[in-house]
């Protein structure tokens, strides 16, 4: 069985693309188009989130919170997918609860064993 990774992103081009290359890695992929949406989907238990933190509803920020405040997520890991490069920017999602923090534009590669690299962990 594959591991369930849940996307949160409100670029539709950049999830469909997201989910393309991790889905040809082997991963099941389910899509949100925002933080709203991604906590809505949280019952069918991803084994690693990735959050974009500007999204409508609720950010990417937000929404790592909210996973770490809850018994069933805290343990999920979460990596943090932004055009945000600022170290306050990164800091916040540390802050948050994050595991790991990547800016795009990234080789899909990296980012296939950021992934990983994650799911090892755990």
């Known amino acids: 069985m ?7 992103d409100d670029e539709e081009d950049f999830l469909e693309i997201l989910s393309y290359n991790l889905e040809k890695e082997g ?5 949100a ?7 809505s989907l949280l019952p069918v238990n991803p ?20 996973l770490r405040k809850h018994p069933a997520t805290e343990h999920i890991p979460i ?3 932004t055009a945000k490069t600022a170290v306050t920017d990164k800091i916040a999602g540390f802050q948050a609860g994050v595991d790991d923090y ?4 990234i080789h899909p590669t ?11 962990r755990t």
Do not use: C, Q, W
């Open 27 to 31: 991963f099941d992929v389910i899509s």
């Open 33 to 39: 188009a925002n933080g709203k949406e991604a906590v």
């Open 102 to 105: 990547l800016t795009k534009p």
């Open 110 to 120: 990296e980012l296939t064993s950021r992934v990983e690299a994650l799911l090892n």
């Open 47 to 66: 084994d690693l989130i990735i959050l974009d933190v500007m999204m409508p509803d609720l950010d990417g920020y937000a929404v790592a919170t909210h």
């Open 79 to 81: 990596l943090m997918f």
């Open 2 to 8: 594959s591991e369930k990774i849940l996307i949160a």
